[in-house]
């Protein structure tokens, strides 16, 4: 079965310094892969999403970026965090990407806080 | 603007009553709607899929309709459990040609013993 392991579970950091989110999945080949960001009351906001090594798709305009070094590996990084950057941050992996009639899994998730 | 709506009051139930969350959706045609179960500080567990041409769908416990005239969805939980206390989440996904799936903000459901 397929599984996602994200890390860390919770981080704090200060404001200015950088940031390095690892996602990997377990159990497929070739995922189509999601980092989605969830603030208190919000719905998910998608940030982006990699349908292979090295493509990636940026959804909102940010201080943040994503790489995909290897297949089941999506990073999430920042070089310099901003107090808006924190939030609840989802990797996620979908079936055939979106539209196609499967549901995500998502990671357990990590709680930025930026001081 | 697309806009998902969920009842942003929490709902509260007695244990063995059913459980009904509403998802309302403006200027947008999904080909599937999704619910999502979410517990406090974890990531959203997918519970069930319903596409545009079906009317219901039911797992366990679990039934969720889909009006694309009303242009809503409804998420009953039957003899529900106080195990079912959490927030759920309702998504929209469209057919083709995006990449974009827009989720409601949830409703937080507490079921009382």
């Known amino acids: 079965s397929q599984t996602i392991h994200q890390w860390p579970a919770t981080l704090v950091q200060p404001v200015g310094s950088p940031l390095s989110l690892e996602c990997t999945v377990e159990?497929?080949?070739?995922?189509?892969l999601y980092w989605y960001r969830q603030a208190a009351g919000r719905g998910l906001q998608l940030l982006f999403y990699?349908?292979?090594?090295?493509?990636i798709s940026s959804e909102v305009p940010q201080n943040l970026s994503a790489s995909r070094p290897q297949d089941r590996q999506f990073i999430l990084s920042s070089k310099k965090l901003l107090l808006s950057d924190s939030g609840f941050y989802l990797c996620?992996?979908?079936?055939?990407?979106?539209?196609?009639?499967?549901?995500?899994?998502f990671g357990s998730g990590t709680r930025l806080t930026v001081v | 603007s697309q806009k998902i709506e969920q009842n942003s009051e929490a709902l509260n139930i007695q244990e063995g009553k059913t459980a009904t969350l509403t998802c309302n959706y403006t200027?947008?045609?999904?080909?599937?709607l999704q619910w999502y179960r979410q517990d406090p500080g974890r990531g959203p567990v997918f519970l069930l899929l319903?596409?545009?041409?079906?009317k219901e769908k039911r797992k366990e416990r679990l039934k969720v309709t889909f009006d694309t005239t009303l242009k809503q969805s409804l998420f009953h939980i039957t003899a529900s459990q106080p195990a079912d206390s959490a927030t759920y989440l309702c998504?929209?996904?469209?057919?083709?040609?995006?990449?974009?799936?827009?989720f409601g903000a949830g409703t937080r459901l507490f079921v009382k013993a």
């Open positions: 996620a992996w979908k079936e055939g990407g979106v539209g196609v009639g499967y549901g995500y899994t």
């Open positions: 159990g497929t080949s070739n995922p189509n």
């Open positions: 990699s349908v292979g090594i090295g493509q």
């Open positions: 200027n947008y045609s999904p080909a599937y």
């Open positions: 319903i596409r545009e041409n079906e």
């Open positions: 998504a929209l996904d469209k057919r083709a040609g995006g990449f974009k799936t827009i």
